[in-house]
């Protein structure tokens, strides 16, 4: 084995003029190690393979095979390692990790994209995706606190079981920032915490349904998402303005009435499922409340199927790229929108703010705002398409 | 009998049961190559180093000791203070955040002692305020050093492929007898939702004693240990292929953790109960020295016990187990009751390293599982596999997720290079054991 890594390096050292300074090769040679490798190896490199080879009773084809399969990973390998690495041997820089609760998410690549812009050259920032798995989080979170990075970014994947891995990270004195998501474990140190005022944005998003239903009421739908702290936030202030609409004096053939509320898993499919099966059981209904805009779009699908659009409204939340275009083509009546990229600037500016020894807030709550049809129309982000 | 190949045969044999090592070893020295870094010195030792630079300086200083919270960090600025010459004065120690040493610093030049000389670590070297400060900063000399090979990254990376080591052992006892198990990801989340509930209802959650920690443990394994012996009984009393039976089994247990967790993360869990899963006796997590021993205890049973032998008989050929007397049934009945409790035993780990419970744990971990035991040179035909192969199988896995995180490789590129090697990793060990011929992968284009 320790030959066929010699052998390796003495490829791979040959590649490297021509693949410029980002190969594995590169690196080894900066390192020095490979130097050193080579040296020792070149005398005994060719009589001692050929021999390890006959002693292992190897036929030419099968090390030929062998050899090629050996490069592949050390090409794969290589691949992956790119400038930042490079980048990481200059002490001065800061080296930030980003750790999102998902990279399938546009919300959370504006953010990490939005933030990594804030940053700026000063910091090395590196972006995680945790595949909305707690468990995989706290082991990227486990990673970057032993490579001993300066500060940590995260949008948590589970508001509690985050506790674990940040605590680790507040041991070996890193500290940690969080967006979106709030760490809800009490025994950790969190410096700052930038996140949307759900709560208001559910009331914005009661607010926009009563407008939609034009004051007359009928039975409305909830899709929801119990596994996440917002949105059982977005939920609760929806309820709130419902509740109100509902006690108020002359509202009393305005009842807006909350038939069913079903879990959507925050994205379409399911959520499709879950409103066509709402709306075999429910015929009369006028409007949903999704608690996302993919969870919107899925409602939207199921409502189209059944020819319905005429007679339901249907109410997003988020402002993402596919919700805005679908408010601007009447398929969702409105959104109260996040703004994810202020999330991200929000967050750089106190990490920055951190590091040059200036007084932060523990936390920063962003209000939304309404997004209706109009609005759209006007977004010159969404003109090109 | 005495051959002159016997050396030669035996180095085979090895090759042959245990080549994937060669990876393992091959990746770890591509990853040591590609992650050499400066490293500093930590803890008690770097603020010696510290203190002995600067009592080289012969005038008395003023030195403000500035460093992060961290555990080590405590004994850095201790050793600083306890080493340093009596001729210069510690004006003031800041064990927090650059705010802090920003104010001590203004404080200090406001009192008439500006400091001359600010000791600090690595982290708090990148402040601004220390950073742009006009005092002489001393920091712990630094070395190049691989970032994968350092004892911190080891240990890490024997704690994260824990769960998928010890719930492999029982995998592979399982694909031994040309069986799977599908389900134990879902009795990861099971058992880590049946303990957080036990502890939760039974013993007054945050509250819960030691004696309570082990019986919501022991439940959670319990109830998967039983989960699997039911599993058994659908494969061998009716005879339902195993793929089948624990792809239901796999829904039907997300369901109930879902349902007994009312879909909510359990938080209300002791502090204690970290020692599972985070404790560490002799500088190795406890969980990992578990790993270790459930691995020696394994491969005492599979390859020195008659039971090891009937898994592999069984495997090999049932019939032909059965007419020699192997009670096939219940030698399925035993592997699908291991394999249960192992998972458990999982969750039960995952449940204390990240002190929650969710029913979302051990999604797809399954799978990694599977992969970990095939990677290992276990055939998924049956009657092959070393249970050893399957823990250098786990650690090959453990170590490309690791060195992806530390080379900094993004998520997508990540799911790439993960199959790639896995795929890579199982032909080299065919190529290795020599069942790979030329004339075989021509005649796929001939016929």
Not at chain 1, 242 to 259: F, M, S, T, Y
Not at chain 2, 315 to 320: F, H, M, S, V
């Amino acid at each position: 084995m320790i030959l066929n890594t010699c052998h390796n390096n003495y490829y791979t050292s040959k590649t490297a003029g021509l693949r410029g300074k980002n190969t594995t090769a590169a690196i080894l040679f900066k390192t020095g190690f490979l130097e050193q490798v080579k040296r020792a190896v070149f005398y005994v490199r060719i009589r001692k393979y050929f021999f390890m080879m006959k002693f292992m009773g190897y036929g030419h084809m099968r090390q030929m095979l062998q050899f090629g399969i050996m490069m592949c990973l050390v090409f794969v390998l290589g691949c992956g390692t790119s400038d930042k690495q490079n980048a990481s041997s200059e002490t001065a820089k800061k080296k930030v990790g980003i750790l999102v609760q998902t990279t399938v998410n546009p919300f959370f690549l504006d953010l990490a994209e939005a933030a990594q812009k804030e940053l700026g050259d000063s910091f090395e920032v590196t972006t995680f995706g945790g595949d909305n798995s707690a468990d995989k989080q706290a082991k990227q979170i486990k990673d970057l606190v032993v490579q001993k990075f300066d500060a940590l970014l995260i949008t948590p994947c589970n508001a509690n079981a985050v506790g674990a891995p940040i605590r680790d990270a507040n041991e070996a004195g890193i500290p940690v920032f969080t967006a979106d998501t709030a760490c809800l474990d009490p025994d950790v140190k969190i410096e700052n915490h930038v996140a949307t005022d759900n709560l208001a944005g559910g009331r914005l998003a009661g607010d926009a349904m009563i407008q939609a239903l034009d004051a007359k009421g009928g039975n409305i739908l909830v899709l929801d998402y119990e596994q996440a702290e917002s949105c059982q936030q977005r939920v609760e202030g929806f309820k709130e303005v419902i509740d109100r609409h509902n006690q108020k004096p002359g509202n009393e053939n305005a009842q807006i009435k909350i038939v069913a509320q079903l879990p959507s898993k925050a994205e379409e499919s399911a959520s499709q499922k879950q409103t066509k099966d709402a709306l075999k059981a429910n015929r009369d209904l006028v409007g949903i409340f999704a608690i996302n805009d993919p969870a919107a779009l899925g409602a939207v699908a199921a409502i189209e199927e059944e020819k319905l659009q005429d007679q339901i409204k249907v109410i997003g939340f988020d402002g993402q790229k596919i919700g805005k275009l679908a408010i601007r083509d009447g398929r969702i009546y409105a959104d109260p929108i996040q703004f994810p990229k202020l999330m991200g600037q929000y967050s750089a500016m106190y990490i920055k703010k951190y590091f040059a020894g200036d007084k932060i807030n523990p936390t920063h709550l962003i209000p939304p705002e309404l997004y209706f049809q109009a609005d759209a129309k006007a977004d010159a982000e969404l003109s090109e398409e | 009998m005495k051959q002159p190949s016997k050396h030669i045969s035996n180095w085979r044999q090895f090759v042959n049961d245990y080549g994937m090592i060669f990876v393992l070893l091959f990746l770890m020295i591509i990853l040591s190559m590609v992650t050499v870094d400066h490293q500093q010195l930590v803890g008690a030792a770097a603020g010696r180093e510290v203190a002995q630079s600067i009592n080289r300086i012969e005038s008395p200083r003023n030195v403000l000791i500035a460093t992060p919270q961290g555990k080590l960090d405590v004994e850095f600025a201790q050793s600083i203070e306890q080493e340093l010459a009596k001729r210069h004065s510690v004006i003031a120690v800041v064990q927090s955040g650059p705010r802090q040493v920003s104010l001590a610093l203004k404080q200090a030049t406001v009192s008439g002692h500006p400091a001359d000389v600010i000791a600090c670590t690595a982290a708090s070297a990148k402040w601004d305020p220390v950073a742009e400060s006009s005092a002489q900063k001393i920091k712990p000399a630094s070395y190049r050093w691989p970032n994968f090979l350092m004892p911190d990254n080891l240990v890490t990376i024997a704690q994260r492929i824990t769960i998928i080591a010890i719930i492999a052992i029982g995998m592979t006892m399982v694909i031994i007898t040309a069986g799977i198990d599908l389900s134990v990801g879902s009795l990861i989340a099971l058992s880590a939702v049946v303990t957080g509930v036990m502890i939760r209802d039974c013993f007054g959650g945050k509250e819960a004693d030691l004696f309570g920690l082990w019986c919501s443990g022991l439940a959670g394994i319990l109830v998967c240990a039983l989960v699997g012996l039911f599993t058994g009984l659908l494969i061998a009393a009716f005879r339902l292929p195993p793929f089948i039976v624990t792809l239901a089994m796999m829904l039907l247990i997300r369901g109930i953790a879902n349902v007994l967790s009312d879909q909510r993360t359990i938080h209300e869990i002791p502090v204690s109960f970290d020692m599972l899963g985070k404790g560490y006796l002799f500088g190795v997590p406890i969980s990992v020295w578990l790993m270790f021993s459930l691995y020696a205890i394994a491969y005492f049973v599979m390859s020195r016990t008659t039971l090891g032998r009937q898994i592999y008989a069984v495997g090999g050929n049932e019939e032909a187990a059965r007419l020699s007397g192997v009670r096939v049934k219940r030698i399925l009945l035993i592997v699908y009751t291991v394999c249960g409790l192992l998972a458990g035993l999982g969750g039960v780990i995952v449940c204390s390293q990240l002190r929650s419970a969710k029913a979302s744990y051990g999604m797809m971990d399954e799978l990694t599982v599977i992969a970990a035991v095939v990677v290992g040179g276990t055939s998924l035909m049956g009657g092959q596999g070393k249970i050893l192969g399957t823990l250098i199988g786990a650690f090959i896995i453990g170590v490309i997720q690791n060195g992806m995180n530390l080379v900094h490789m993004d998520d997508k590129t990540q799911m790439i290079v993960l199959g790639s090697v896995i795929v890579l990793a199982v032909l080299l060990d065919r190529i290795k054991k020599g069942e790979v011929s030329w004339k075989e992968i021509r005649s796929v284009f001939n016929n």
